[in-house]
């Protein structure tokens, strides 16, 4: 099985969006699994956060890392 990753739009009839590279590979055929993910609020500020809080990291900061 193959995995391809992208993020979609829901289309205004209700349909998701799927990138013309995805679109080329399916034939009528294709047999393919869907799985959505939606992004929870609090996960997305916990990222922030996580994410804020690394960007002050500093390489000297490593010395504290063994303590």
């Given amino acids: 099985m193959r995995a391809y ?3 979609a739009e829901l289309l205004p009839d ?3 969006s799927v990138p013309e590279k995805i ?3 399916l034939t009528g055929e294709s047999k393919i699994r869907v799985m959505l993910l939606l992004e929870d609020e609090e996960e ?3 990222n922030f956060t996580v994410a804020e809080f ?3 990291y500093d390489a000297k900061d490593a010395i504290y890392d063994n303590l």
């Fill in 5 to 7: 990753e992208y993020m």
């Fill in 14 to 16: 209700g349909h998701l």
């Fill in 23 to 25: 679109k080329n590979i």
């Fill in 44 to 46: 997305a500020w916990r």
């Fill in 54 to 56: 690394m960007s002050g």
